[in-house]
């Protein structure tokens, strides 16, 4: 971040856009919107991308990325919608270093949205109210409002409602077998798999719920460690079965997959079983990561009291 002698606003404004692991992920019957009833303990973690945003007046808005420059960027879009909330336009320039794999299931993309709003937010001093923030996060994407709070959360409904967790630090392997996957597909897949009613659902994400509050070493968060996509994905892409196997047999106390896939991960009692695992039992895109608390969401929301999501 620079700030111009101190006397001036910061004119550009770095931001750390981490990826998520779904460390449990239920997923229930669709609901009348479309989306999948979903239960999700969520943790975002130190592979993360850098989101850059400095102010460029008279030069419109402009977002450069590898993977998808421009309009069509999320973080493109996160800014749209904060203007049409407030009646404004942001000349900024959004530069994002892409760390995180795309197409893996990571929330690379929902991040950088995230992380954008939380810049702009820093860098016009913009007093906004929690609704308009989460509202206009919502609207870009359901894993986006995750971002905006720090440290692991419980997400509900459609991935939208949030309400904040304790757990333990955590030491991880990340691995992105050489496929990609679509989240659409992905949950077909599952629908014709699994027949589930929103009874069954909801007593499992009632359990999931209670037990995450009792989590307290990485053992008991090992345990609770599901994904209800795996299957359908296992059944139909061999590759994803044979990374979680190598994970496993390398000494993790749990592995699965993340979100609709195909990225996985994996928990190791310590830095060092981690370190040895991504080396023996992970491809060539393989990542030891721990849980990250990004500094940018921290500050403005203890700050204006308003730490915690809306649950
Ligand atoms: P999903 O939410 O669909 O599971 P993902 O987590 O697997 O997504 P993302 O990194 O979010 O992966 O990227 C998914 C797609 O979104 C990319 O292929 C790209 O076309 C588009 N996209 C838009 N903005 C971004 C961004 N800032 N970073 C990465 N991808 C982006």
Redesign the pocket.
């Known amino acids: 971040m620079t700030i111009d002698g101190g006397a001036r606003a910061a004119d550009r404004i770095e931001v750390v856009a981490p ?1 998520k692991l779904n460390l449990a992920l239920l997923v229930g019957p669709v609901r009348p919107d479309g989306f999948h009833e979903i239960a999700s303990l969520m943790l975002p973690v130190s592979l993360a ?1 850098r989101v850059r945003v400095e102010r460029t007046p008279g030069a419109g808005l402009d ?1 450069v ?1 590898d ?2 420059p421009g309009a ?4 493109a ?1 996160v800014v749209r919608e904060l203007e049409q909330r407030l009646d404004r336009t942001f000349e900024v320039r959004v530069t ?1 270093d ?1 760390r ?14 995230a992380a954008t709003l939380v810049a702009l937010e820093r860098l016009y001093d913009l007093d906004l109210s929690s609704r308009v923030r989460y509202e206009a996060a919502a609207a870009v ?1 359901s ?1 986006v409002p995750f971002f905006l709070w720090p440290g692991a959360q419980l997400a509900m409904g459609r991935g939208q409602v949030l309400k904040a967790v304790q757990l333990p630090a955590l030491h991880l392997v990340v691995a992105m077998p050489d496929l ?4 659409a597909a992905v949950y077909r897949w599952r629908d014709e798999d699994a027949e589930v009613t929103l009874k069954e659902f909801a007593s499992r994400a009632r359990l999931l719920s209670g037990v995450v509050q009792a989590a307290a070493t990485p053992r008991d968060v090992a345990k609770l460690v599901a994904n209800d996509l795996e299957p359908s994905v296992v059944a139909r892409k061999e590759k994803v079965g044979e990374l979680i196997e190598r994970l496993r047999s390398a000494g993790a106390l749990a592995a699965a997959m993340t ?2 896939g195909a ?1 996985c991960f994996a928990i190791f009692d310590g830095e060092l079983e981690a370190l040895r695992a991504r080396e023996t039992a992970a491809p060539a895109r393989a990542w030891y990561v721990t849980d990250l608390q990004p500094e940018g969401r921290t500050k403005p929301a203890a700050r204006r009291g308003r730490g915690k999501p809306p649950a």
């Open positions: 990826a991308d977002v990325c993977v998808a069509d960027n999320l973080a879009k994002i892409k995180v794999p795309p197409g893996g299931g990571l929330g690379g993309g929902s991040s950088d949205a994407g894993d990609g996957l679509s989240t979100g609709s990225a």
